[in-house]
């Protein structure tokens, strides 16, 4: 039967390639490479209460908020009671650059540090109109002249819009006089004051309340809740979307047109021509025709916005339990890679060689000794062989050769030339536990090193294997020197022999095959192990790639022959799975783009290489929604086509600083649609930005709407430093053409320590 498979194989992939005429390597680009401009990087901070912020305002560098009437000022990521501010406080305003309370018993202004009231009235809301500061009362408006507040509703009484009651001599005759009220809010646009009631707009000239202006289209709620003028337009939040009132023209804004949140709480006007709006699920920024979604969790300390204020590059987010900071300080992509080595460094992510994820134990900061460390270090590794590659920095040699030596500890170790442990775990300086668990759930396999100071954990997986001939690869490649290219090689050739001497799979110490280290069609071409038949493959042929190019040996040319017999390239045609969506393991993407990109910067042969590309174009096409650099730099990279480049620069930007795996919801969004150009092959119903969820330390993200961690682990940043110094090396990025330090470095800060406390176990062993 295995035969019988193995010549339809064969046969299904020799057809295609009939008449194909010799691929050209890559030697046209159809991309541009892309400058690394300074941009705003979003940086989140949080101040909680325990009671609900229902106000906040701020004037020049000062922020005050409003808890139960009660007025504080934000100090930090403290608040502090301001003791002579006003009682029984109802809203916080900032009009014409100053600070106001308006009060149960009058208005009050913030001015040298001092709270003075300035009228006995209780006022709703402010606005500055025609130079003068205007204030309304539920029922009528009056403007400050003079330091005093004189009402403007004329003599006689207003007149209203309903022309059957004028007169000949524009006089008007009312049955029942018009009211202005009841006002929930003012605003000034195009020289005229606008008001806002329940459910209503209307205009008011000093005289007409004019109930009918809008010629085209109408709220699309009663439930209005905040109003503001914006240029030549004037928002009105619903709880059914933004109103936009452009001249006598009113439409709606909702979530078919991208808003995140249709239902709003407030308005205010941003920093840089932008517009923010609050809503019961969140914080909404509108700039430049794009939404930018600010949810509970990395940004809000809770959902519900009760107000928003401005300052200079910051926003303060009033909610139910806290404020939400959102700063904009000036990078370059190049600044942030700078940013990530530091918090590698001052979190304490790194240990002998390894790189590692950070989880709360006890309230304390821990290294989590994985079920994958190679898979952790890899990437970082990567990252330091394409710095020194771009940059020449010796201490980025230094960081690849430590990683490097980490890795090469995990086959030296095991005692087993070509068998790799997937973690090392120190038996008197850990304090992660060893895991109990393995593959799939199994028992996890743990072994002690003769000297007694390790454990090494087995049941290796092909993810390990395939970060191994990846980073090792990259660095013999770019970085290696004198023994150390000796070193690496024979890495790579002894994971590839023993791949080879064990039947095409790893054997553990008992001589039986790991659960998922297997490439044998015993395994891949039957049901047990056939979701795997494309990818494994795909793996496979790039270790034999590989080691062919590293040793030039005949037993690894003889096993890719072999591959190929059985027909593994065509099984790679169709290696990325799409159904069903809740089964496709995210992490498998990775491990192909790991391979594709290690295969083809080996393979030759013209005829293969149409194989492996044509691959790559269909998981291209399914992953391109994903907007990630990893896979379109990697893609762009190997083919030389256009890439999406401009939404990889796009995603780089948007990445957060903040590496904890905080919580995320998105499922209640009013926006959940596929943008035009996208197709969801594989179940996503939104595609999102790094701002509105988690991106993990190698950027792979599962399109899961909602996560829970609550913050409890922080993720290794070394997916950002992989791809972006990558993609300056494929000269996807061009260098920062600024000269100034502090839009492209971080200062180093020696001492710091903000996560795990650093290792004070045994050294690692010499390894050459």
Request: charged fraction near 25%; glycine fraction near 8%.
């Amino acid at each position: 039967m295995m035969k019988r498979f193995s010549m339809i194989s064969l046969f299904l992939f020799m057809i295609p390639l009939a008449g194909f005429s010799q691929p050209k390597q890559v030697t046209e680009k159809m991309w541009n490479p892309q400058p690394d401009e300074v941009y705003l990087q979003e940086i989140s901070e949080k101040i909680k209460t325990e009671s609900p912020v229902v106000s906040v305002a701020v004037s020049n560098e000062t922020c005050v908020a409003l808890l139960e009437g009660k007025i504080y000022r934000v100090d930090s990521e403290k608040l502090i009671q301001e003791n002579n501010a006003p009682a029984e406080v109802i809203k916080l305003v900032t009009e014409n650059g100053v600070i106001w309370a308006l009060s149960a018993k009058g208005l009050y202004t913030l001015q040298n540090n001092q709270w003075k009231q300035v009228d006995n009235r209780e006022f709703v809301d402010l606005c500055m109109h025609l130079g003068k500061l205007h204030a309304a009362t539920s029922e009528e408006i009056f403007r400050l002249v003079d330091g005093k507040f004189e009402t403007t509703k004329p003599a006689d009484g207003y007149y209203g819009s309903d022309v059957t009651m004028v007169m000949e001599d524009g006089s008007q005759l009312l049955a029942d006089p018009i009211e202005l009220g009841p006002i929930t809010g003012i605003e000034s646009y195009s020289g005229t004051l606008y008001v806002l009631r329940p459910g209503k707009l209307v205009q008011f000239d000093g005289k007409t309340v004019n109930e009918d202006f809008i010629d085209w289209g109408k709220l699309p709620s009663n439930n209005t809740t905040d109003m503001l003028s914006f240029g030549n337009r004037v928002y009105v939040g619903t709880d059914r979307g933004l109103a936009e009132l452009r001249g006598a023209a009113l439409k709606t804004i909702k979530g078919s047109d991208g808003l995140p949140v249709e239902n709003t709480t407030c308005l205010e006007k941003g920093f840089d021509n932008d517009l923010w709006i609050g809503t019961t699920r969140g914080a909404v920024r509108m700039v430049n025709g794009e939404f930018h979604y600010f949810g509970e969790g990395m940004w809000l300390p809770s959902m519900k916005v009760n107000d928003i204020a401005i300052g200079k590059n910051v926003v303060y987010v009033a909610t139910d339990t806290g404020i939400g900071i959102i700063r904009y300080e000036p990078f370059t992509l190049l600044k942030k890679a700078a940013f990530f080595e530091r918090e590698l460094d001052e979190w304490g992510h790194k240990r002998l060689g390894f790189i590692h994820l950070l989880y709360q134990k006890n309230g304390e900061w821990v290294r989590e000794v994985s079920d994958n460390d190679g898979g952790h270090t890899a990437p970082y590794l990567a990252a330091m062989c394409y710095k020194y590659a771009v940059t020449g920095d010796p201490a980025a040699r230094a960081e690849a050769v430590e990683a490097f030596k980490a890795m090469i500890w995990l086959n030296k170790i095991t005692g087993k030339d070509g068998f790799i442990a997937r973690s090392i775990w120190s038996t008197t300086g850990d304090k992660d536990e060893r895991g109990r668990h393995g593959s799939g759930g199994l028992p996890a396999k743990w072994y002690p090193s003769p000297d007694g100071k390790w454990y090494w954990k087995g049941d290796t997986s092909s993810d390990e294997v395939t970060s191994h001939f990846y980073a090792v690869s990259l660095f013999l490649d770019l970085v290696a020197e004198g023994k150390e290219k000796d070193v690496a090689r024979e890495h790579l050739r002894r994971m590839a022999s023993y791949i080879i001497d064990c039947g095409w799979t790893m054997h553990d110490m008992d001589g039986l095959p790991t659960r998922w280290a297997r490439w044998n069609p015993e395994y891949l071409l039957r049901p047990y192990g056939y979701m795997d038949h494309g990818l494994n493959g795909l793996e496979a042929l790039a270790y034999m790639e590989t080691a062919i190019a590293a040793t030039g040996e005949q037993k690894f040319k003889d096993g890719y022959q072999q591959l190929i017999k059985w027909g593994y390239p065509a099984n790679t045609l169709r290696q990325k799975n799409t159904f069903p969506p809740e089964n496709i393991a995210p992490w498998d993407d990775d491990l192909a783009f790991m391979s594709y990109y290690t295969l083809l910067r080996y393979a030759t042969d013209p005829v293969l290489r149409s194989v492996y590309l044509r691959s790559l174009e269909r998981s291209w096409e399914v992953k391109r929604i994903e907007r990630m650099p990893w896979y379109n730099i990697a893609y762009g990279a190997l083919t030389g086509n256009e890439c999406d480049l401009e939404q990889s620069m796009k995603f780089f930007r948007e990445w957060t600083l903040d590496c904890h795996d905080n919580n995320y919801f998105n499922s209640h969004r009013d926006d959940l649609f596929i943008e035009k150009g996208y197709t969801a092959y594989d179940g996503w119903v939104k595609i999102l930005s790094p701002r509105d969820g988690f991106t993990d330390g190698t950027s792979r993200r599962i399109n899961e709407l909602d996560g829970h961690s609550n913050g409890r682990r922080i993720k290794e940043p070394t997916g950002y430093l992989r791809d972006y110094w990558m993609a300056r090396y494929c000269g996807f990025i061009t260098a920062p053409e600024t000269k100034d330090a502090e839009l492209t470095s971080v200062p180093k800060r020696p001492g710091m320590q903000l996560g795990a406390a650093p290792y004070t176990g045994p050294e690692r062993p010499e390894l050459y």
